[in-house]
């Protein structure tokens, strides 16, 4: 392409700079931002005003924050899932599946204290709840080393079989809270029972304390990546599994590893989201639609590359916008799915633009020699 | 064709002044030379001497930024590959390029104008058929490429590019994966061509005797310029080094004679399957001491992979036993066998020795992430190993701009010279060296071979494979050629004759005198 005296041209790069991913990253979302208002303006609303609700309830409104800070958090959770596998060059495509485990293995720990049965119970609420964070880190991860295994051993493609964990999980949670479900609730409905008030999570300015872990998870898992020796052993089986195999790092090891962490993620974000979620402290009747919400860990985790303390902004975005989106759609009289809409034209915008990542648009003097250069390494 | 016409002996391909300039480099610097009808022009330089930009060049995969291509007189302008390959210039790579689970006619026919929608493989097997009895080329037409041995594989890019016209044949290396008596068949091919008037010029890094042997005429690059370009009678092997190199080079190490001390390696019987699940390894038995070079002669794929393996824990064998140093590691891991004082520099330095995208620090770390001096309470002291990267760079002159590098920036050479150290100043028991001079130059190979005497020096065993018999013969304590997953014998290095390992490595038993 030729404007004026210069000529557009296309070149790989050589390298990526962390700030340069940020700055693509950023472009992108305005982009998908601009992209999204051709919807607002299709339905005869002014994108301007469309989107000053939708950041205005989602970061600034009494209500709409906390809504936001808790998708923050099961949006993180899902995204670590992602992230360790895939710095193990492995896709884990199973947080859904994962997180369902995690939620029910919650409500078996209740179920087993008789919290279904019985009002009063004997325990201590803070030890029942200890266990309720052990049972769905341990539930996912079980779920998680169903595909680690399978791979490390047998070489089993994990995202197959992660995705068919999905669709397991999913009928098994509806058998459990459905009609003559274990887990059922007395009253019908399609949910679970309900968890006593003494078993909320403690709120911290209406905020459940599982930020802390999960934020606390970010830095651990920063310092992993970055210094520790299992870290080192992770990457460099993402990067060349070979290689790493040479070097005396086991093939069946770190498959599973990364698949019990990451699963083990995706378990406290079911217990997050049905046991410390203001207002739910249920396995809701819509946990299908959670369940959904859950692969935007994969999204967050690519866009952040990785890197386990870019995903808290990326996730922060995510959570937001679901949730501002959802009111828009109300209140402006949109039809139904414009949350989801958005999402997923933030998605598929932010993947076009990784594009950026590999190559870049130079610009150079017309005439030079070097216009029509074939093919050059 | 611009060709047509041409008579032996006339000047077919000519460059004049050709410059090619990177970042940072000048690769070729105002080349000139000519190539005539029927002759064999062998361009000789060492790695990064510019050898792979200029046949690049001449293959249209890069511009020149000066300088002009006269093909049959006619100043050329290659744009692309397809542009050479209508000129009648063929190009034979030095890694094939063949879709490995096609048959051969399939694969020589591929691409070919006249193969048109619907295949007529009668008739192109009429054709290249003409084609190989006219060089003396044998090979299987239904065999599938992944059955063929590297001298065969080579036989079918020739044909490849012969059977699209190709007049001018490049060829990349022609010999770095042959056995001997292949490397002598393919020699007598080229004789052949060139007798037919082809135009043949092979890039060669070292193996001097064979540009002795074959060519014409050779033209010497050193960076990026020509520093000689001679009929071939008025070349020495030790004149054409000294130009290559710009100084004297020890060709021939002398086998240092070390005391011998007790028994490292032991091996028992030790068995292994291919991925393929064939026998690939045999039942062999040997020992190697302290201070001994234990050299496997062969061909590649004769069971040198397996064993290594087996030896390095990367492979279960199927029955054996190993013993390192009075202790029975046949089962260990391989990271445990790392710790035990293994040294392992495998054949591939790009997809197994080294992680592409990680810096040199983390190269270097693969062989010390395991090692409690390099790490705290399982944090990896990255300072630490930073230190030994900078010394490693420095003591073994990795050419390199940091060590925060990325592996990938490296030549192979360079690379291969990292690895080495890293390694080495392990100080292995074991030092286990896997085809460890393929594709280096001369300065590299010189450097990679002398390190491996210091490492026996220094009291450890060394097991060598590699498929280059004078590379074997001028190390080695024992000679052992391998064929078919068996050892054919074990001979100690001053007793050796070269013809005979030569046959034991294509399986054959001389009646020596031994």
């Known amino acids: 392409m030729k404007i004026g005296g210069y000529q557009l041209k296309l070149e790989q790069r050589v390298s990526l700079a962390g700030w340069q991913a940020a700055l693509t990253s950023i472009l992108a979302i305005v982009v998908a931002l601009l992209l999204f208002s051709l919807l607002f303006i299709f339905a005869g609303i002014n994108p301007i005003i469309a989107y000053q609700e939708v950041f205005t309830y989602a970061f600034a409104n009494q209500f709409g924050l906390p809504l936001t800070i808790n998708r923050f958090i099961f949006l993180l959770l899902c995204t670590f899932a992602f992230i360790i596998p895939y710095r193990a060059g492995l896709w884990n495509i199973g947080m859904s599946g994962q997180f369902y485990i995690g939620a029910l293995s919650v409500y078996a720990v209740l179920f087993a204290v008789g919290v279904k049965s019985f009002n009063i119970i004997p325990i201590s609420p803070v030890i029942i709840i200890l266990f309720m964070l052990a049972a769905a880190a341990l539930g996912g991860a079980l779920l998680g080393a169903i595909p680690g295994y399978l791979k490390g051993k047998y070489n089993i493609n994990e995202i197959v079989v992660t995705m068919m964990l999905n669709f397991i999980t999913f009928y098994f949670v509806s058998f459990m809270i459905k009609e003559g479900g274990l887990f059922m609730n007395p009253g019908g409905r399609g949910e679970s029972f309900e968890l006593p008030s003494s078993l909320q999570a403690p709120l911290i300015s209406n905020v459940p304390f599982t930020i802390f872990i999960a934020l606390g998870i970010a830095f651990l898992l920063y310092y992993m990546f970055a210094k520790t020796r299992i870290g080192y052993q992770i990457r460099a089986y993402g990067k060349n599994p070979a290689a790493a195999e040479y070097a005396g790092i086991s093939k069946h090891k770190i498959p599973l590893l990364v698949f019990i962490l990451g699963g083990a993620l995706a378990g406290l974000a079911g217990y997050h989201y049905f046991a410390a979620f203001p207002g739910v402290y249920k396995i809701s009747r819509n946990y299908g639609q959670i369940g959904d919400l859950a692969f935007y860990g994969i999204i967050c985790g690519l866009i952040s590359q990785g890197n386990p303390l870019a995903a808290i902004p990326v996730a922060l975005l995510f959570g937001g916008l679901s949730v501002g989106g959802r009111l828009v759609q109300g209140k402006l009289h949109m039809s139904f799915g414009v949350d989801y809409a958005l999402l997923g034209v933030l998605m598929i915008t932010l993947v076009a633009f990784q594009f950026f990542y590999r190559y870049k648009f130079v610009f150079i003097k017309a005439g030079k020699e070097n216009i029509d250069v074939g093919v050059s390494n | ?514």
């Not at chain 2, 034979?92 to 619907?118: C, F, T």
């Not at chain 2, 090692?371 to 990896?380: H, N, Q, T």
Request: net charge negative; aromatic share 6%; with cysteine.
């Open chain 2, 1 to 514: 064709m611009l060709l047509d016409g041409i008579k032996r002996g006339e000047t077919v391909l000519e460059t004049k002044g050709i410059t090619k300039r990177f970042p940072g480099v000048v690769a070729n610097d105002h080349i000139d030379f000519e190539i005539k009808a029927g002759e064999i022009h062998a361009i000789l330089g060492e790695n990064g001497a510019g050898k792979t930009t200029l046949m690049n060049i001449l293959f249209g995969l890069y511009q020149p930024d000066e300088g002009e291509i006269l093909i049959g007189g006619k100043s050329v302008r290659l744009r692309s590959p397809l542009d050479a390959i209508d000129l009648g210039i063929g190009m034979v790579h030095q890694h094939r390029k063949l879709v490995s689970a096609h048959s051969v006619i399939e694969n020589i026919i591929l691409g070919h104008p006249n193969a048109g929608k619907i295949l007529d493989l009668k008739k192109a097997e009429a054709e290249i058929n003409v084609l190989c009895k006219k060089y003396g080329f044998k090979v299987d037409f239904d065999a599938k490429i992944w059955q063929l041995s590297e001298g065969e594989k080579q036989v079918v890019e020739i044909l490849k590019v012969l059977y699209r016209g190709a007049e001018i044949l490049i060829l990349d290396e022609p010999t770095s994966a042959l056995t001997p008596p292949e490397t002598e068949k393919l020699l007598a091919s080229i004789q052949a061509m060139s007798g037919d008037d082809l135009a043949i010029v092979p890039f060669i890094t070292h193996k001097l005797p064979i540009v002795l042997a074959i060519s014409d005429r050779v033209t010497v690059l050193r960076r990026g310029k020509v520093v000689s370009s001679m009929p071939t009678e008025q070349a020495t092997e030790k004149s054409l080094a000294i130009e290559m190199v710009g100084r004297e080079v020890i060709f021939r190490i002398e086998r240092v004679k070390v005391e011998r001390g007790p028994a490292i390696l032991e091996v028992e019987n030790l068995s292994a399957l291919s991925d393929k699940g064939i026998l690939a390894l045999d039942g062999v038995s040997f020992s190697i001491c302290e201070g001994e070079i234990f050299g496997i002669a062969g061909i590649s794929g004769n069971g040198q992979q397996e064993l290594v393996e087996a030896l390095a824990g990367l492979r279960e064998p199927e029955n054996g036993t190993v013993i390192l140093d009075g202790q029975d590691i046949t089962t260990s891991s391989s990271l445990e066998r790392w710790q035990l004082g293994l040294g392992y520099i495998p054949s591939d330095r790009i997809d197994v020795g080294s992680i592409a995208d990680f810096s040199l620090i983390e190269n270097t770390a693969m062989n010390y992430y395991f090692d409690e001096k390099y790490s705290r309470r399982g944090a990896l002291d990255y300072g630490k190993i930073r230190a030994l990267t900078e010394e490693i760079i420095s003591e073994y002159g990795v050419a390199t701009t940091s060590s925060d590098s990325l592996a990938k920036t490296l030549s192979g050479g360079n690379l291969q010279k990292l690895i080495l150290a890293r390694v080495l100043t392990r100080k292995p028991r074991l030092v286990i060296a896997d085809i460890p001079t393929q594709g280096l130059d001369i300065g590299a190979t010189e450097f990679v071979r002398n390190k491996l005497v210091e490492a026996k020096e220094a009291g450890a065993c060394v097991l060598l494979i590699s498929e280059d018999l004078d590379e074997i013969l001028s190390l080695s304590d024992w000679v052992v050629p391998i064929y078919e997953g068996k050892f054919m014998d074990i001979i100690p290095g001053d007793k050796v004759k070269r013809e005979s390992v030569g046959a034991m490595m294509a399986g054959l038993h001389l009646e020596a005198e031994i």
